[in-house]
């Protein structure tokens, strides 16, 4: 290895932690609680290290979300070759369960951590982000294109549909379903989405 592999693999390790410190802050403390300072202090080194990395908390922030998407999408990687739009619509929000279920920090900062999105005016910059729901968008419109959903504005239609998903995976998340017993709770959250898709598939 030469001297200036070597460096920039321990510059990739040093940014990977300093993105692992600030995930878990942001996690555990929320992220207007949490400073540069204290994100240095985890990783035991000086703010002016973490400057060499990123330019502020924010851009930490943009980051991990770029990150989490990336996986997410890299998660779901086996989507597109399913031909059936509805079949395909359907895998999809059974891989967001899981997803949610498996990854619980990433769908945290994903989509429910309060954080600032700035740089939500140029989508160029949530690029992960937009190909995901992109996606999610097209497979809706062919649905209704092949008759399976009514007609109708396809953003309103999937914005219905990831408020459904999202709502029930906020409360698994945020443990607010233990009023239900442990033992039928991922049964409910099945049959609960298999009537969600049918209530909306067209007959």
């Given at each position: 290895?030469?001297?200036?592999?070597?460096?920039?693999?321990?510059?990739?390790?040093?940014?990977?932690l300093i993105l692992d410190s600030a995930h878990k802050l942001f996690i555990d403390k929320g992220f207007d609680e949490v400073s540069i300072r204290n994100i240095a202090e985890a990783i035991e080194y000086s703010p002016a290290t973490i400057y060499l990395y990123f330019k502020d908390k924010?851009?930490?922030?943009?980051?991990?979300?770029?990150?989490?998407?990336?996986?997410?999408?890299?998660?779901?990687?086996?989507?597109?070759?399913?031909?059936?739009?509805?079949?395909?619509?359907?895998?999809?929000?059974?891989?967001?369960?899981?997803?949610?279920?498996?990854?619980?920090?990433?769908?945290?900062?994903?989509?429910?951590?309060?954080?600032?999105?700035?740089?939500?005016?140029?989508?160029?910059?949530?690029?992960?982000?937009?190909?995901?729901?992109?996606?999610?968008?097209?497979?809706?419109?062919?649905?209704?294109?092949?008759?399976?959903?009514?007609?109708?504005?396809?953003?309103?239609?999937?914005?219905?549909?990831?408020?459904?998903?999202?709502?029930?995976?906020?409360?698994?998340?945020?443990?607010?379903?233990?009023?239900?017993?442990?033992?039928?709770?991922?049964?409910?959250?099945?049959?609960?989405?298999?009537?969600?898709?049918?209530?909306?598939?067209?007959?």
């Amino acid at each position: 290895m030469t001297v200036k592999q070597r460096r920039e693999r321990e510059k990739e390790e040093m940014r990977t932690l300093i993105l692992d410190s600030a995930h878990k802050l942001f996690i555990d403390k929320g992220f207007d609680e949490v400073s540069i300072r204290n994100i240095a202090e985890a990783i035991e080194y000086s703010p002016a290290t973490i400057y060499l990395y990123f330019k502020d908390k924010n851009e930490i922030f943009h980051a991990l979300h770029q990150e989490a998407f990336r996986f997410y999408n890299q998660f779901n990687i086996e989507l597109p070759a399913i031909r059936d739009p509805f079949d395909r619509l359907v895998k999809m929000g059974e891989k967001y369960f899981e997803f949610m279920t498996l990854h619980p920090k990433y769908y945290n900062i994903m989509f429910l951590m309060e954080a600032p999105m700035r740089n939500d005016e140029c989508i160029d910059e949530w690029e992960e982000g937009a190909k995901a729901h992109s996606f999610f968008e097209q497979t809706v419109l062919e649905c209704m294109e092949k008759g399976y959903l009514a007609a109708d504005d396809h953003r309103v239609v999937a914005l219905t549909i990831w408020s459904y998903m999202h709502g029930i995976c906020s409360l698994i998340i945020r443990n607010r379903m233990k009023m239900y017993p442990e033992e039928i709770r991922e049964q409910i959250q099945k049959q609960s989405f298999e009537l969600f898709m049918n209530k909306i598939r067209k007959r």
